[in-house]
C-alpha cells in the first residue's frame, strides 16, 4: 500500500477526493491543514457570518492507493478529470505495509445499505438476514473499495429498480466487480466484467466466487463482438467520453445505458457527447455526482 499527502483549498476538496476513490484509491481522508498554527483561531458565529469561508482555509489531503497503482498518475487522472483548476502543494508519498491496511480494513467495514433489500457485507461477516434481502458479498482486503463510493450506490440503485429478469448486463470497468454481482443476483441471465487493470479482474473472479454467481470476466480485447440488454459505465467523465461509440455498439436495440463517474456539473457535456447516438437525462443525483440512463432506439 502506498500513502499520497498534499495539501489543497477546501472548496476542491470533496470533489478532488471523491474522484481518487473512483479510480482506485482505498482511502481519502481530510483534515485541517493549518490545525496547531496561529492561523487556527476559535471562531465565534455572529448572525450574518459565512463561517464557510472561515474555517478549514487549507485542507491536509491523505490517500491510500493499492502498491500496483501509479501514485502520481492516480492524481494526475483525477485533477484532469475533473476539469478545475486546483492548486495542490506539500506533495509526499510513502509506502506501507499492506497487511495492516488489509487488517485495519477488515476490521472497520460494516454492512451497506442500498436500498430496502440490497446490503454490501463483508464476507466474513456473521449476522443472519431474512430471505427478502440480496447480499453482496465483498473481501474487503482486496482493491477498488467495498462499494461506499456515492456513484456505485447510484449503480445498484438503478439496478435494483430497472433490470428485468433475463437481461443480459455489461459492466465496463468493473473495479470490485459489485455491479456485474449485482446484476447477477437481481436476475440478469449473464453478465460480463470487463477492466483494463489486472487486478481488478482478480477481484471480480473472487468476489464472484464468494457470491457464488457465474461472470465472464476480461479485458476488452478478450470481448467477442456481443451486444447487451444493459450497458454499465462506472468510471470518469474522461474515458466515458473517449467511449461513447463503442459502448453504444455494445447496446441491443432497445437496450439501455447507465453512466456513472460523473460530476454534477460534468452531465452536460457527457450528455452532448452522447448526442450524436442517443438521448441521455439525469435519472438520479447523489452528493454531487450524477447517473446518466439512456435508451438504444430500435431500428
Known sequence: MQELVFYCDYENADCLSEALLLVGACSVTVEDAEIGEIVESPIFGEPGINLQHLAWRKNKISVLIPTHLDVLQILDYSLRDLSLNIAIDHLSFRKIPDTDWVSLVQNQFTPIHITKRLIIIPNNYSKCYDDTKILLEINPGMAFGTGSHPT?????????????????????????????????????????????????????????????????????????????????????????????????????????IVLSGILSHQADSVIATYSKYMKLSVWKEKEEWVCLEGEKTCK
Open 152 to 256: 456505485t450506490h447510484l449503480c445498484l440503485e438503478w439496478l435494483d429498480s430497472n433490470i428485468i429478469t433475463g437481461s443480459s448486463v455489461l459492466d465496463y470497468g468493473c473495479g470490485s466487480g459489485i455491479l456485474s454481482i449485482a446484476a447477477s443476483k437481481l436476475g440478469a441471465s449473464s453478465s460480463v466484467a470487463i477492466d483494463i487493470d489486472p487486478q481488478a479482474i482478480y477481484s471480480t473472479m473472487q468476489n464472484a466466487k464468494i457470491n457464488n454467481v457465474v461472470i465472464d470476466v476480461g479485458f476488452p480485447d478478450d470481448m467477442f463482438d456481443c451486444k447487451y440488454d444493459v450497458v454499465l459505465a462506472n468510471i470518469l467523465k474522461e474515458p466515458l467520453q473517449k467511449l461513447a461509440n463503442y459502448l453504444f455498439s455494445k447496446i441491443h436495440p432497445g437496450g439501455r
